[in-house]
T-cell receptor, first 112, second 115 residues
Framework: KAGVTQTPRYLIKTRGQQVTLSCSPISGHRSVSWYQQTPGQGLQFLFEYFSETQRNKGNFPGRFSGRQFSNSRSEMNVSTLELGDSALYLC???????????FGPGTRLTVT | AQSVTQLDSQVPVFEEAPVELRCNYSSSVSVYLFWYVQYPNQGLQLLLK??????LVKGINGFEAEFNKSQTSFHLRKPSVHISDTAEYFCAVSEAETSGSRLTFGEGTQLTVNP
């Protein structure tokens, strides 16, 4: 089986812009979670989607949003980018909520 | 809410020496415990997990961890490390019943294996 794929792998955006990141889970996996990794804050949970419904949400401002499609692919969107949004964004998929998670390679976002 | 503390930010060790990476957690409910490894420019890979049962958990690449409920610890060990074990290691917890896939991570321990 193919692993979790994330596109794009690298992205440079300007402050104030918006960005959309994509995650394709392992075939058959219905849960997708997103994490932000920064040197200062470490790994922080953003949200989890299961069967197209947001099941859980971390402590991030409303500028961070996501969705999941019927094929389980997920996107996350960050609007009005700030310099502090520069991070590695990791996606993880699981067959079910609470199951073993498989992480993708991440999308490295740089905001200038 | 739960929290995770990894007691060492950096651990240098010589090849073939034993290593222990320490992790303490705090939670008011039952938790599941995990160790992940991250190699440069890659995502996270699960090394091992504790859900229930035996407190000694064996994982991939020769790693093992012991769950100690009274000390709220979940330390990771390997009896003999290789150069290829150089990476960042993360301890994580999730609430057993309610948090779904939500993981709370520690700040990470950079393991550097020197020849």
């Amino acid at each position: 089986k193919a692993g979790v794929t994330q596109t794009p792998r690298y992205l440079i955006k300007t402050r104030g812009q918006q960005v959309t990141l994509s995650c394709s889970p392992i075939s058959g996996h219905r849960s997708v979670s997103w994490y932000q990794q920064t040197p200062g804050q470490g790994l922080q949970f953003l949200f989890e989607y299961f069967s197209e419904t947001q099941r859980n949400k971390g402590n991030f401002p409303g500028r961070f949003s996501g969705r999941q499609f019927s094929n389980s692919r997920s996107e996350m969107n960050v609007s009005t980018l700030e310099l502090g949004d520069s991070a590695l964004y990791l996606c993880a998929s699981s067959p079910r909520t609470g199951g073993k998670q498989y992480f993708g390679p991440g999308t490295r976002l740089t905001v200038t | 809410a739960q929290s995770v503390t990894q007691l060492d930010s950096q651990v240098p060790v010589f090849e073939e020496a034993p290593v222990e990476l320490r992790c303490n957690y705090s939670s008011s409910v039952s938790v599941y415990l995990f160790w992940y490894v991250q190699y440069p420019n890659q995502g996270l890979q699960l090394l091992l997990k504790y859900l229930s049962g035996s407190t000694l958990v064996k994982g991939i690449n020769g790693f093992e961890a012991e769950f100690n409920k009274s000390q709220t610890s979940f330390h990771l060990r390997k009896p003999s490390v290789h150069i290829s074990d150089t990476a960042e290691y993360f301890c994580a917890v999730s609430e057993a019943e309610t948090s779904g896939s939500r993981l709370t991570f520690g700040e990470g321990t950079q393991l550097t294996v020197n020849p």
